[in-house]
T-cell receptor
């Protein structure tokens, strides 16, 4: 079993829809990261969180430490949000990231 | 403040050649991580370095792969005698203190 599980693997939405991507993990962590990988391959760090909730524009990330679960929400989705969204955890002294398999999001106009 | 730089962006090598991938961290960042993304697979940790020191290389193959982060200059990931299975995207990320990580654009290695 992977340490980090994401769902769904693929998600297609209509422009304007509210989107939720889920991430569960099975080990103790120092932080959880949400990343966005563009079609061209570049990776952007969206959030790093260890408790509660963070918001940036139309993106919201939440984490429940007791349940070992995090969600990434996108409000008023837009075709430019189409990308792979990756959940990753950092743990241990080195803080290297362990990644989920990613969620391919496609937002249709 | 320039972001994390990686070069080359694309690298083609024949089997048996050496590949050198470079990563210049963001200014003021002394922590560098290397990750590999094999085709159709997720990202995997390879190695974590601080200036002049390898801190954790538990994700790096034991043979043919090495990494360094000298006092001056970029971090280098070196792959000797490349094989087709080394074809992948190699990303580095830098961090000021081993917490939030900023990713470079990646180097796409193709072994023919």
């Amino acid at each position: 079993k992977n340490e980090v599980e994401q769902s769904p693997q693929n998600l297609t939405a209509q422009e304007g829809e509210f989107i939720t991507i889920n991430c569960s993990y099975s080990v103790g962590i120092s932080a959880l990261h949400w990343l966005q990988q563009h079609p061209g391959g570049g990776i952007v760090s969206l959030f790093m969180l260890s408790s509660g909730k963070k918001k940036h524009g139309r993106l919201i990330a939440t984490i429940n430490i007791q349940e070992k679960h995090s969600s990434l929400h996108i409000t008023a989705s837009h075709p430019r949000d189409s990308a792979v969204y990756i959940c990753a955890i950092s743990s241990g002294s080195a803080r290297q990231l362990t990644f989920g398999s990613g969620t391919q999001l496609t937002v249709l106009p | 403040n320039a972001g994390v730089m990686q070069n080359p962006r694309h690298l083609v090598r024949r089997r048996g050649q050496e590949a050198r991938l470079r990563c210049s961290p963001m200014k003021g960042h002394s922590h560098v991580y290397w990750y590999r993304q094999l085709p159709e697979e997720g990202l995997k940790f390879m190695v974590y370095l601080q200036k002049e020191n390898i801190i954790d290389e538990s994700g790096m193959p034991k043979e043919r792969f090495s990494a360094e982060f000298p006092k001056e200059g970029p971090s280098i990931l070196r792959i000797q005698q490349v094989v087709r299975g080394d074809s992948a995207a190699y990303f580095c990320a830098s961090s000021p203190a081993g917490n939030e990580q900023y990713f470079g654009p990646g180097t796409r290695l193709t072994v023919t």
